[in-house]
């Protein structure tokens, strides 16, 4: 690879693409870095960076996103998607709002683009606590994708998260045949499986709490049908 001139860039991007995909996270930071010291005003090369840093090291994630969004003066939508995708996970709201709104604004036509920033919308929109605009983006993208991993993964979190279980246990006996890479497909396996074990134990806990309700609404009934109370064997008793 030529390391310096205009001519390396695209190929810098295609191994930063095939790192983020096959390489180690250690790999793609030590990559991305170099890549934003040899082209640091590109958009791309810095929202790379800022991917390979929410990985290994969060709490800069932002700052480099950010600079992406800075420096994308043509106001790509896609560029724009990634970074409030960034944003949102750094808990800068407010930063991927504006971000998913100028992508919008953007108008796409791209079927899977108009998706995404469909999905990124609504999971803004949940974060805010603005439940009835976030449960019809998160299901349109759903719909428009049943087998995406994503899409599945993050409605099921919204719904349970407001403890819809069976609609949750639905959707994910539903996600049984996802597409994309096996590396994703493995993850969105993990995460199926994690949420199970939290509905279990929520079913486990609610179970325990009907048994006590149970015991503590019988008992007083028992107590109150066979022998009288003081108060009521006072009221009752001759003066």
């Known amino acids: 690879m030529k390391i310096g001139g205009h001519q390396s860039l695209p190929r810098s991007l295609g191994r930063a693409r095939r790192l983020q995909l096959n390489g180690t996270p250690e790999e793609y930071l030590a ?5 934003v010291a040899r082209f640091p005003t590109d958009p791309d ?3 790379h960076h800022a991917i390979a840093l929410a990985m290994l090291q969060p709490e800069r994630a932002r700052t480099e996103a950010l600079r992406a969004v800075e420096l994308d003066h043509e106001g790509n939508p896609f560029r724009l998607y990634r970074a409030g995708n960034l944003l949102l996970g750094a808990g800068d709201l407010a930063a991927a709002r504006r971000c998913a709104e100028r992508a919008v604004a953007a108008a796409p036509t791209n079927r899977v683009l108009v998706n995404l920033l469909t999905h990124l919308q609504g999971r803004i929109a949940s974060v805010a606590g603005e439940d009835d605009i976030a449960e019809p983006l998160l299901r349109s993208a759903y719909e428009a994708e049943p ?3 994503r899409n599945v993964l993050d ?3 919204f719904l349970l998260a407001r403890e819809r279980i069976d609609e949750t246990l639905e959707l994910l006996d ?3 045949t996802l597409e994309g890479p096996r590396k994703a497909r493995e993850h969105y396996a993990q995460e199926f499986a994690g949420l199970r074990e939290r509905i279990g134990r929520f079913q486990k806990l609610q179970l325990q709490i009907s048994r006590v309700q149970a015991r503590h609404s019988l008992g007083p009934a028992r107590v109150s049908s066979s022998t009288p109370t003081r108060a009521a064997r006072g009221a009752n008793s001759p003066a």
């Open 31 to 35: 990559f991305t870095r170099g890549a």
């Open 45 to 47: 090369v810095r929202l």
């Open 155 to 157: 409605l099921a979190r």
């Open 147 to 149: 087998r995406n991993g």
């Open 174 to 176: 539903c996600a049984s």
